[in-house]
C-alpha cells in the first residue's frame, strides 16, 4: 500500500490544543531552573569555580525526567489537536465507486495464446470483478466495429451472469475494431454519475488511430482509464467454434501478438494505467486498488465526510515513553 503524505489539506481539527505547546516549553525552563544548581548559583558563584563546586559537574549528562515529561507534553498536544489532512472514507467505498467496463469482442480475441481464448480468459476476469464488485455500481459495455451497452449502471451484476458465456464476435452487427466508441458510449454513461470513476478496457490492443480519443477523453474528463491487456507476445491461431465439442480452427488465421508498447503509449498519453492479465488475482486486485483509490480522491474535498485522525500514532509513542517513570531511581534524578 502505498503511504500517503500530508499536502495541502493538511490541517488540525482541534487547533486550540497547540497553545498548551508553549507552556510545556515554559514549564521545562522553570524546571530546568528548579532543579539545576548551576543556574541557581550563576549569579552568585564564579563561572570557574562553580563547576567545581556543584555535585555531578562533570559526570555525564543524562536525560531527565522533566526533559522525558516536557516532549511528552507536546506530544500528547500535538495528538490531541488531530493532525489530518484526508477525509474518513468509509470502508463500503466501492459500493458508490462507478465502474465502466468495455469488453472487446473482435476475432483477434479468440486467439488461443492465452488458454482456452483471450476472449474466454476476458470472460474468467470480468466475472472475478463483477463477484468482487457485487453490490457496487458497474457497467459493462461490448465493442467491436460498433459499441454496444451490454449492462447499464447496477449494482445488480448477477443480471450479465446470464449472459456472460455467450458473448462472441459473432454477435457484434459491425466488423472491426473501434475502442473509440465504446469510449464515448462509456463517456455518457459516467457523465449520469455524480462522482467520477473508472473506465476499464479489457483488450489486446488499442490501434494509434484510437489514441486521439483518449487523450481528449483524459483532458475533458476527471474520470480514470484502465487497460488490462490479454494474450502474449507472439499471437497464435484463432479458435472461432466456441463450442467445447469442436476445438478446430484455420491454422492459417492467425491473431496478431498483444500490442503492449501501444498500450503503454495510449495509457502513457491518456494518464491511465496498463495492467497485464495474470493467471492469479494480482491483476484484478490491481484493479479494485485503482477503483477505490480513483473515488477517495474524487470525494476528498466532499464536504459530508469527515476527515480522518491522524494523530492516533502518537498515542503509542507516549505511552511506551511512560514505561521510564517506573525504572528505579527515575524520580529521584527530577533532584539531580
Known sequence: MPIEWPGADFHFLRPLWLLFIPYALWLHFRLRRAYSA???WQGTIAPELLEHLTVAGRSRKRVRPYQVMTVLLILMA???AGPTWEREITPFTEDHAPLVIAIELTPSMLCIDQQPTRLDRA??????LLARRRGARTAVIGYAGSAHLLLPFTDDTDLLEVYLDSLHPNLMPTEGDDPGAALQLAAELLETESVTGTLLFLTDGVGSAASPAFVRFSHSRDDQLLFMAFGNTEGGPIRWSGSKQDFSYDASELAPPVDLSGLRSVARASGGSLIRASLDTDDIDSVM????RQFVEATSHDDALAWKERGYPLVWVVAACLILWFRRGWTVQWHL
Not at 289 to 292: I, K, L, M, Q
Open 38 to 40: 548551576a543556574i541557581q
Open 78 to 80: 500535538i495528538a490531541i
Open 289 to 292: 486498488r485503482r477503483v477505490r
Open 123 to 128: 470472460r474468467f476476469k470480468l466475472r472475478d
